[in-house]
T-cell receptor, first 109, second 114 residues
Framework: GQNIDQPTEMTATEGAIVQINCTYQ??????LFWYQQHAGEAPTFLSY??LDGLEEKGRFSSFLSRSKGYSYLLLKELQMKDSASYLC??????????WGAGTKLIIKP | TAGITQAPTSQILAAGRSMTLRCTQD?????MYWYRQDLGLGLRLIHY???????GKGEVPDGYSVSRANTDDFPLTLASAVPSQTSVYFC?????????????FGEGSRLTVL
């Protein structure tokens, strides 16, 4: 079956760095997405990886290893506004998205 | 720019009643989707539409129906609501199906079925 695993909750300190991991199993693979979702709001797109390696976008970076079925989202210089849930989603052979349950990130001062 | 608009924002519904959640986008996107989001679970696809005039079933279609009469609108109907349909519903769109473009989401409709 198809499956996405990511931690349920993580806590980090303002100004620090945090890495949110995601492992996936899909029938075929057409890329890995990360979305951010603040409480009570809609998910918003953060990043997309289809090739192995690290993609950097400001304070956020996303990494993919296709051979390991693994991705992570790296958040640097954490700010209080980064408190949110981070959703990992893999695109399968039919370009359907398989979603993880999300990682709730709590930032403490 | 509006993007995707959903209505209502929230609703309390008696079991057995029908309800239509509205979704309108102004981005001329071809593909539209309805997801439900429940605590502890990932977003689950209910129905989708790759282009106006076509619809398809997602992972959890039972008890829901959709239509796509034009590019902009994609309403979701619950014919006879049950408590297990209590959830937050998100409408989303992307420019073209079968690609890896990002999804744009509406603000969500919180539905409680009693």
């Amino acid at each position: 079956g198809q499956n996405i695993d990511q931690p349920t909750e993580m806590t980090a300190t303002e100004g620090a760095i945090v890495q949110i991991n995601c492992t996936y199993q899909t029938s075929g693979f057409n890329g890995l997405f990360w979305y951010q979702q603040h409480a009570g709001e809609a998910p918003t797109f953060l990043s997309y990886n289809v090739l192995d390696g690290l993609e950097e976008k400001g304070r956020f970076s996303s990494f993919l290893s296709r051979s390991k079925g693994y991705s992570y989202l790296l958040l640097k210089e954490l700010q209080m506004k980064d408190s949110a849930s981070y959703l990992c989603a893999a695109s399968d052979s039919n370009y359907q998205l398989i979603w993880g349950a999300g990682t709730k990130l709590i930032i403490k001062p | 720019t509006a993007g995707i608009t959903q209505a209502p924002t929230s609703q309390i519904l008696a079991a057995g009643r029908s309800m239509t959640l509205r979704c309108t986008q102004d981005m001329r996107h071809n593909a539209m989707y309805w997801y439900r989001q429940d605590l502890g679970l990932g977003l689950r696809l209910i129905h989708y539409s790759n282009t106006a005039g076509t619809t398809g079933k997602g992972e959890v279609p039972d008890g829901y129906s959709v239509s796509r009469a034009n590019t902009d609108d994609f309403p979701l109907t619950l014919a006879s609501a049950v408590p297990s349909q209590t959830s937050v519903y998100f409408c989303a769109s992307t420019r073209t199906s079968g690609t890896t473009g990002e999804l744009f989401f509406g603000e969500g409709s919180r539905l409680t079925v009693l």
